[in-house]
């Protein structure tokens, strides 16, 4: 099939290889010169796993050119993905702007019968209004059909993801649309759920909802643990082994991140308000969120009292492990922390250096994680990386001016942290051995 891809962000750009691989024909759009120019090359400019071996793959393999001509991606295919930016504006509300340019744009060129599919997280009700808006614009139905079709990549693992989903969701109210999407979708050998547009949209904002939620409860639960001698991974595994509960997201720690959850768990507040659904869930899971960020603050000023001119490392500043994205990570609220209460910070991410560098100017960045501990007063950990796990923890020690750590992620082996006699607090394990 011939499809285009409008947006070469992180859901358009794996969308457009992971169609490229599936044989077709994409073309993938945008409006950035300097990103195209890359991406022509085989260059990446994202981080995710694979995304170089599949660049190289489709375009090798040409199954996939890179364009910053609109006109000729909405020409030149039966399908068009809208995968542009829907960030969350300062009201909760999603900002809707590039996916009206988008569709101005479609307005324009639009010459037969296309397909029109809302990849992005889009504000409910999108389906329906990109309808209106291209009927105002002069442009009849049986020129287009909108099919709503959300994604659920993770980053780290969206090849995966996009490759063995577990659902494919079709929001569709025309049957050749259906029809088309189904044939798309057929030799991915997926369960697909065809439904109509609203409920696809919803979906969505259930889905991320829902899993936040899981974290923001196995997290109260890791903070009661932590107060009653209780050990949160016992209680996620035992928990877990409930068919009914699943084993997964059931991982304590300080928080959930990303550009997704946060943003998605505020919109949702959003839609319940507009219509009249509380949402005292999510308001709540959002609440928990805030406060389990900084939890390790709340842990280091209880044990230090004062922390100014103390060093504190702070290690991992990605949301999580396998990315190089800090949007809204705990660590980026960790340092906010640290730097107000004049702490000197060192800090230490594989895969994060210069955004750092740029935002916060006044702290060290360092090369290895080893070099984070000298003379440090405490090592923080925000994300567990691989590498963390296989710290030395005597020499670690050793380096350190005062032996504690506060693993936000649970990443060190108790018994480990007890023969290496260094002060720990973790997230729902209690405190454990001087
Ligand atoms: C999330 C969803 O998992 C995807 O299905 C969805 O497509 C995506 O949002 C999106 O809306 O685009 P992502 O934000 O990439 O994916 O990351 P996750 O792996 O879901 O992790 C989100 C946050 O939750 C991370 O900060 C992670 O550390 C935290 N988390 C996750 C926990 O604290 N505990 C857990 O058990 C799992």
């Known amino acids: 099939m011939k499809i285009t891809v409008i947006g070469s962000g992180y859901v358009g750009l794996i969308a457009a290889l992971g169609f490229g691989i599936k044989n077709n024909k994409v073309i993938c759009v945008d409006k ?10 085989g260059i990446p400019i994202i981080y995710e796993k694979g995304l170089d071996k599949y660049l190289k793959k489709c375009i090798e393999e040409k199954k996939i050119t890179f364009s910053t001509d609109i006109k000729k991606g909405i020409r030149e295919s039966n399908i068009i993905f ?20 988008v569709i101005n744009d479609i307005s324009k060129y639009i010459n037969e019968y296309k397909v029109i599919v809302n990849k ?75 439904t109509n547009p609203e409920t696809a949209e919803l979906i969505k904002y259930a889905s991320n909802g829902f899993l936040a939620t899981k974290i923001s409860f196995i997290n109260e639960i890791a903070n009661l643990c932590d107060e009653i001698g209780g050990n949160v991974e016992d209680i996620s595994y035992v928990l877990g082994l409930d068919k009914r509960i699943s084993p997964l997201f059931l991982n304590a720690g300080i928080g959930f991140g990303g550009s997704c959850f946060p943003k998605d768990t505020q919109a949702l507040v959003k839609i319940g308000k507009k219509y009249g659904v509380a949402f005292n869930v999510i308001k709540s899971t959002i609440d928990v969120n ?25 290690l991992g500043l990605t949301f999580k492990p396998g990315t190089d994205d800090i949007r809204e990570a705990p660590a980026i609220y960790i340092i906010n922390e640290l730097i ?14 210069r955004k750092i560098k740029e935002i916060y100017p006044q702290i060290e960045y360092c090369n290895t994680p080893y070099d984070t501990f000298i003379d440090s007063s405490c090592a923080i950990f925000c994300t567990e990386w691989d590498e963390f796990s296989k710290l030395d923890l005597f020499k670690l020690k050793d380096k350190m001016k005062e032996p504690l750590i506060i693993d936000g992620r649970n990443i060190f082996d108790y018994k480990d942290v007890k023969k290496a006699k260094i002060n720990y607090f973790a997230i729902g394990r209690g405190y454990i051995y001087k």
């Not at 659902?167 to 259906?178: F, L, N, P, T």
């Not at 107000?340 to 060192?346: G, L, R």
């Open 32 to 41: 950035d010169k300097e990103k195209i120019k890359s991406l022509k090359k």
């Open 290 to 314: 805030n406060k389990q960020r900084i939890i390790p603050i709340k842990k280091l000023l209880n044990h230090y009292k004062d922390i100014s001119g103390k060093i504190i490392s702070v």
């Open 82 to 101: 809208i995968a542009v930016g829907t960030p969350a504006l300062n009201n909760g509300d999603v900002d809707m702007t590039q996916v009206k340019e």
């Open 120 to 194: 992005s997280t889009v504000a409910i009700g999108t389906q329906k209004y990109i309808k209106r808006m291209l009927n105002d614009k002069g442009i009849s139905n049986e020129y287009f059909d909108i099919v709503s079709n959300p994604e659920f990549l993770r980053e780290g693992k969206a090849f995966d993801d996009f490759f063995n989903t577990d659902r494919i969701v079709i929001g569709y109210d025309s049957e050749i649309a259906k029809e088309i999407m189904g044939k798309l979708y057929k030799n991915f050998n997926k369960k697909i759920v065809y």
């Open 340 to 353: 107000k209460n004049e702490a000197i910070v060192k800090c230490y991410d594989p895969n994060v250096s």
